[in-house]
């Protein structure tokens, strides 16, 4: 391995578990021929999701750069070289010192050389899908809140499922794309896996949103559908008011179900990956069951889940369900099993289509 080489290792390795500590949890499992590809368009990603999420960047100027990354990654897809004044726009009077969200951001540039090693049909794929991000983050940076300091709010569940394809169903795609290249999967395992990738992705982003309200909250957004608020005679801010319990505990039940059928997506997605790829299938299963545990303890907190503060497993319930998980990652009956069981504690009315 050359000093390059290893340099840009230790520049992804660094960055993952400051960024990220589910993922630098579930990365570790996937082979030696996808880790590289997997960890740099991660951060790839969290790039443009950091131009989205920035307090320190203006929504016009968000819009500007999230367009020109958009750009930037098309003609990268296509083969052309970027040039390091445009990689730079990205990041031009961004403080490192901001965050390690910010200083990912300051050095991009060194991410898109490490980019630039991957091979050709990887870089095609991480490129293609984080342009379609990109894209679609910069319709949505113009959401800002209200005047009376309502929070910014989605429209309704087209506008949640639009949303979310832009900042996790396209992470999605982009993942399958490059387990189908990387092990050459059969063409009718490939178009099935493909079919449920987009709403792989929501259902990890819907349970994080949900779970998230009341930090969202507090920058002045919410992530969830207005008019599945107002069906239940909320408003964005009458969600933090406890004193609103029965038709907060009644609007929470409704996203549950409404996000339970991802989650039903995401698992069966998980086992039609082949058992000769354990590391893979651990990648997939792990994330999938925290969310449907994360949604179990919204469904038993509800109230506290709109209100605050945020809730979480614990890092003690962490470990049990990746050690449970490692144990029974071969055998689909088992892993459906186990997410039966959790999908249970979420209370969901919704029934689980037969696999």
């Known amino acids: 391995m050359d000093e390059k ?3 840009g290792i230790d520049f992804i390795r660094d960055f993952i578990p400051k960024v990220s500590r589910t993922f630098a949890l579930t990365i570790g499992f996937l082979p030696k021929s996808l880790k590289n590809s997997v960890y740099c368009s991660y951060l790839l990603c969290r790039v443009a999701d950091t131009l989205e999420d920035s307090p320190y960047i203006g929504s016009d100027e968000k819009k500007i750069r999230l367009l020109h990354l958009n750009v930037l990654l098309k003609e990268a897809a296509r083969g052309i070289s970027l040039r390091p004044d445009q990689i730079s726009a990205l990041y031009d009077s961004v ?10 951001l300051a050095e991009s540039a060194e991410l898109f050389e490490i980019l630039e090693s991957l091979p050709a049909d990887h870089k095609k794929i991480i490129y293609f899908w984080a342009a379609e991000m990109a894209g679609g983050m910069a319709k949505y940076s113009q959401l800002k809140p209200a005047v009376d300091g309502s929070p910014a709010v989605l429209t309704d569940i087209q506008d949640w499922d639009k949303y979310c394809y832009y900042v996790a169903g396209t992470v999605g795609h982009m993942m399958t794309e ?4 990387n092990f050459k999967m059969d ?8 079919e449920l990738s987009n709403s792989f992705g929501l259902a990890l982003q819907k349970v994080n949103l949900i779970k998230d309200t ?3 909250r507090d920058r002045g957004f919410c992530f969830l559908p207005l008019n599945i608020i107002t069906k239940h005679r909320l408003t964005p801010l009458s969600l ?9 505990t009644e609007f929470v039940n409704h996203l549950v179900d409404l996000t339970i059928g991802h989650l039903d997506d995401a698992i069966e997605y998980t086992t039609l990956i082949p058992r000769r790829y354990r590391g893979v299938r651990m990648f997939l299963a792990v994330p999938v ?3 449907v545990e994360t949604l179990a303890l919204i469904n038993k907190n509800p109230v506290v889940t709109m209100t605050g503060p945020p809730v979480k497993l614990n890092r003690q319930n962490v470990t049990r369900l990746v050690n449970f998980a490692s144990m029974i990652i071969l055998s689909n009956s088992a892993l459906l099993g186990y997410y039966k069981r959790l999908r249970l504690k979420t209370g969901t009315t ?3 289509k037969v696999l």
């Open 187 to 194: 063409d009718s395992r490939s178009e099935k896996i493909k």
């Open 95 to 104: 403080d490192p010192e901001m965050g390690d969200d910010h200083r990912l």
């Open 5 to 7: 080489t290893e340099k």
């Open 178 to 181: 490059l387990f189908i290249n």
């Open 350 to 352: 919704v029934q689980m």
């Open 289 to 291: 069951l925290l969310a």
């Open 240 to 248: 933090a008011d406890s004193s609103n319990s029965p038709d907060i």
């Open 214 to 216: 009341p930090e969202d």
